[in-house]
């Protein structure tokens, strides 16, 4: 199990940027690839970026790229999901989960987190 909290939620407006956080519990994080995805509101949920377990592989989805940067602290249990020049479209509710391996397909990932929301306005 790898139970996954994520923070750092809420509402700004274009332009603005925002970082998310995603804490894990467990000793087992750093052997785990993570991503994070969104979901809003009546639309399916979409791979936003993931990185390998050591951090030296990254994967971004084609509307985010440029705009948005995933790390992680092994040392702190943390990936982050840095959000810049956010867009009225990037607004729903955001979720990070961890996969044995580095995948852009939410069906290879394990544990998931409760997620939180993003809004943006124009």
């Known amino acids: 199990q790898v139970p996954l909290v994520e923070f750092g939620g809420g509402l700004v407006q274009a332009g603005d940027s925002l970082r998310l956080s995603c804490a894990a519990s467990?000793?087992?994080?750093?052997?785990?690839?993570m991503g994070w995805f969104r979901q809003a509101p009546g639309k399916e949920r979409d791979f936003v970026a993931a990185v390998s377990w050591s951090g030296g592989s990254t994967h971004y989805a084609h509307s985010v790229k440029g705009r948005f940067t995933i790390s992680r602290d092994n040392a702190k249990n943390t990936v982050y999901l840095q959000m810049n020049s956010l867009k009225p479209e990037d607004t729903a509710v955001y979720y990070c989960?961890?996969?044995?391996?580095?995948?852009?397909?939410?069906?290879?990932?394990?544990?998931w987190g409760q997620g939180t929301q993003v809004t943006v306005s124009s």
């Open positions: 989960a961890a996969a044995r391996s580095l995948s852009t397909d939410g069906y290879a990932y394990d544990y």
């Open positions: 467990g000793r087992t994080f750093s052997i785990y690839a």
